[in-house]
């Protein structure tokens, strides 16, 4: 194969992911192959609705040589989904239909021993009710990892949540020196194999300034003796630091990636910087997983006004 294709998962089916996959396309040229696995019958239909033109490119589920294929029609695998209308209400009658998407996707992935992998969003409250977390757990465990990292990343900097979909109530129980360790060496790892160099590392706190004014605090028992430990191999790591202060102008140059000790703790800032400039990438998974930095939006669904940067972003940093 000349160029290793780029396999799309389209997610929650009454969402926005197929308008700013079409604006994706319309916009951007890409080098390596794309295939997007969801229903024909449904592009075709939020196409229309949309205003948007591509001619389409049946592709088998059993497809093994991809040397063929080019981005002149959009490389669709077909997989049946049942609607009454375009831009329907998110509900649990798509579950069955996303899974399977996933499904496909991962074994094209395994069977042909690819790395780049986009998925579109899901519903939380329904497809990944009773499931998992969220999609970094809930690929953890189709592929059977059980040490994943969430990286929000950009160029200029990214965030690193160390627990992701937790209530407040329970953060706290989930902080471990190992969990600490883990989490590092999957961005270390990371940011080797793709920019060659060792990031430079802000670790937070959890409590407000990281003041321990009660006896037993996070910080004295797990982040500060954790974060020594892990100077001693890098010297670039340093914190833990209130997350009031580390988003500061000053403090932003230091650092390459800022790690959290929960999801909005550091995903509140950086949307608040870059807005959709930004994308999710699960590290420690077989290969290259990115999902577009937004939700399934229903609110602007069918409204052709939904920004497609961050699956641009997501499609170019893969196509390298």
């Known amino acids: 194969m000349d160029k290793e294709p780029i396999i799309i998962v389209s997610g929650e089916p009454n969402s926005v992911f197929l308008e700013i996959f079409f604006k994706s396309l319309k916009h951007n040229t890409y080098k390596s192959p794309l295939i997007i696995v969801v229903s024909k019958k449904l592009l075709q239909e939020q196409m229309k609705k949309l205003g948007y033109?591509?001619?389409?490119?049946?592709?088998?589920?059993?497809?093994?040589?991809?040397?063929?294929?080019?981005?002149?029609?959009i490389n669709l695998i077909d997989v049946d989904y049942n609607f009454k209308k375009c831009f329907e209400k998110i509900t649990s009658k798509s579950?069955?239909?996303?899974?399977?998407?996933?499904?496909?996707?991962?074994?094209?992935?395994?069977?042909?021993?690819?790395?780049?992998?986009?998925?579109?969003?899901?519903?939380?409250?329904?497809?990944?009710?009773?499931?998992?977390?969220?999609?970094?757990?809930?690929?953890?465990?189709?592929?059977?990892?059980?040490?994943?990292?969430?990286?929000i990343f950009n160029k200029n900097l990214s965030v690193s949540p160390l627990t992701t979909h937790l209530a407040l109530k329970d953060v706290h129980k989930k902080i471990t020196k190992q969990k600490i360790y883990t989490h590092i060496n999957l961005i270390n790892n990371f940011y080797k194999r793709k920019f060659n160099k060792l990031p430079r590392i802000a670790i937070t706190g959890l409590n407000p300034h990281c003041e321990s004014n009660f006896q037993n605090s996070e910080e004295d028992r797990i982040i500060i003796p954790a974060i020594k430990k892990l100077r001693l191999k890098n010297a670039k790591i340093n914190g833990p630091f209130p997350a009031d202060t580390i988003f500061t102008k000053s403090l932003l140059k230091k650092y390459d990636v800022i790690i959290g000790m929960y999801h909005d703790q550091v995903l509140s800032p950086m949307k608040a910087l870059f807005n959709f400039d930004a994308i999710n990438i699960t590290l420690g998974l077989p290969f290259i997983r990115i999902s577009p930095d937004h939700g399934p939006n229903y609110s602007m669904v069918g409204k052709n006004l939904s920004d497609p940067q961050s699956l641009i972003q997501a499609l170019k940093f893969l196509d390298k």
């Open 95 to 151: 579950n069955k239909y996303i899974n399977e998407t996933f499904e496909i996707a991962l074994n094209i992935i395994r069977l042909n021993n690819l790395s780049k992998f986009i998925n579109g969003p899901v519903s939380k409250k329904s497809f990944l009710k009773g499931r998992s977390l969220g999609i970094t757990e809930y690929l953890a465990k189709k592929t059977k990892k059980n040490k994943v990292a969430m990286l």
């Open 53 to 73: 033109v591509f001619k389409i490119n049946d592709v088998d589920k059993k497809i093994n040589d991809f040397s063929k294929l080019n981005n002149n029609k």
